[in-house]
């Protein structure tokens, strides 16, 4: 048996150090790339929303490389995430291939439950070691966020452009020959030291762009056309509240266990929006509200066509956008997105917040219109 799992962004990470702690065999899929989102586009439904459609294409991918399991994560409300496992089964077994899909959800009402189905992959019931390494992948992941953090802030400050780009590339791919987390932990490490190396213009005050929307077509640099190394390139610095360490510690474990994560966000949603209605929508509401009143200068919403949460967020931000007084880009991406359109209007986005900040406009006040 040999284990695979979807690709988003830098999830592969903290998911091999968690197989590789279980000792379980698997195998990473190619990073995303134009074979998978052609593939996933011809056998999924023409209206299915595009990350499903590029998690079809990494398990087919994935299959030729051995693969006969799919882990994935599950999903809850009125999001069709949580008919990924279901649609993914039937459309690889229309296909023929043999392959079982496993949906991995760790509930407080059943956390034994979990631990079982982990012994189904594993072969043995241990607890103590499935938990051990539940809390390394924790740590991992949370790293692995810090470190990218860290390269949003040196981009737009260093000197010799491109740097930052090819140390935290090299790292994303030497990590693949690393095994367990103390390995992984120490390839961050190195890199974060040389990320730290590049010599950067301290005195620079960039412009500060919040990214916020679909956890997958935020986090994932194949959908998104790179979009915060192309920010950072030109100039801007950027922040992104949802991670994926926040969706496996606050949104998975913490939540297992009956405890709350960060919820900061709720409370800076509910004049706009105060309930959950599923996807990442109180996030990319209450985010918005947040990052306007820390002085960022604009936001880009991304999210896949037809996503039914962030529809519902993008006819709210016009609100925001008036009431404080901050820029807002919406990008929709699917499988006909074109790039260079898409790169004229974060350029043209990025230019009209540099002569805004010229200007001294202020984001976090009310204003009657920035146009």
Request: some cysteine; proline content about 5%.
């Amino acid at each position: 048996m040999k284990v695979t799992f979807p690709h988003m962004g830098n999830t592969y990470i903290p998911v091999k150090a968690l197989l590789d702690e279980l000792g379980i065999e698997y195998v990473i899929p190619p990073f995303n790339n134009k074979k998978a989102l052609e593939l996933g586009t011809k056998y999924a439904p023409e209206m299915a929303c595009l990350p499903l459609k590029i998690n079809l294409g990494n398990f087919i991918q994935a299959h030729e490389l051995g693969a006969d399991l799919i882990l994935i994560s599950g999903g809850c409300g009125p999001c069709r995430f949580g008919y990924y496992g279901e649609m993914h089964r039937e459309i690889l077994k229309d296909l023929g291939f043999n392959m079982e899909v496993f949906t991995l959800d760790i509930s407080k009402k059943d956390i034994s439950g979990f631990l079982r189905n982990i012994k189904r992959i594993t072969g043995e019931f241990k607890p103590y070691k499935i938990l051990k390494a539940i809390k390394k992948t924790a740590e991992v992941s949370k790293q692995v966020d810090e470190l990218e953090r860290l390269s949003f802030k040196i981009r737009p400050r260093e000197i010799v452009k491109g740097s930052a780009d090819r140390i935290y590339k090299s790292f994303q791919n030497s990590v693949l020959n690393k095994k367990g987390a103390k390995e992984i932990k120490e390839l961050i490490d190195f890199t974060r030291k040389n990320l730290l190396d590049i010599e950067t213009d301290k005195s620079l005050d960039p412009i500060k762009i919040g990214i916020v929307g679909e956890i997958y077509t935020t986090n994932d640099p194949f959908t998104n056309f790179r979009i915060e190394s192309r920010l950072g390139n030109e100039g801007a610095e950027v922040m992104r509240p949802v991670t994926v360490s926040g969706w496996i510690i606050d949104h998975m474990i913490k939540k297992a266990l009956g405890l709350k994560g960060d919820e900061s966000y709720k409370e800076a949603a509910k004049p706009y929006l105060g309930a959950m209605i599923g996807g990442h929508t109180q996030e990319t509401i209450g985010n918005t509200v947040l990052l306007a009143k820390d002085g960022y200068d604009g936001i880009i919403q991304i999210l896949p066509l037809g996503c039914m949460p962030e529809i519902v967020s993008e006819s709210i931000l016009p609100s925001i956008e008036r009431d404080l007084n901050i820029p807002v880009l919406t990008l929709i991406i699917d499988e006909m997105t074109g790039e260079a359109g898409y790169l004229t209007r974060i350029e043209a986005f990025v230019d009209l917040l540099k002569r805004r900040k010229e200007e001294g406009l202020i984001a976090g006040k009310r204003m009657l219109s920035w146009n």
